[in-house]
């Protein structure tokens, strides 16, 4: 069984900053990619940022020189860093892993339960 669980979420005033984070948690064997993505009401599920496991990174051009998404030492925790918070980054955050539970294994998907963000003054 694994499970991800994230933290982090809140209010926040425009221009200020959260860190997010999301722990994967059970039997890994290899992350091989977290990501975030994010849904704000009435619109579409969001890819903000991905970090693969040898490091390298996507962002959403909506979100480009504000997050930064980056790896815990033990490579099982993910934090994006988010800067300069609009209103339109307002979301429920979720974060979403491919793990290998086993070397012989399949990869799965896995979904943690979401974090609201708000960013209102």
């Known amino acids: 069984q694994v499970q991800l669980v994230e933290s982090g979420g809140g209010l926040v005033q425009p221009g200020g900053s959260l860190r997010l984070s999301c722990a994967a948690s059970?039997?890994?064997?290899?992350?091989?990619?977290m990501r975030w993505y994010r849904q704000a009401p009435g619109k579409e599920r969001e890819l903000v940022a991905r970090?693969?496991?040898?490091?390298?990174?996507y962002y959403a051009d909506s979100v480009k020189g504000r997050f930064t998404i980056s790896r815990g030492n033990a490579k099982n925790t993910v934090y994006p860093q988010m800067n300069n918070l609009k209103p339109e980054d307002t979301a429920v955050y979720s974060c979403n892993a491919d793990i290998l539970s086993y070397r012989s294994s399949p990869e799965y998907n896995y979904w943690g339960q979401g974090t609201q963000v708000t960013v209102s003054s």
């Open positions: 059970g039997k890994i064997f290899s992350i091989n990619a």
């Open positions: 970090i693969r496991s040898g490091g390298d990174t």
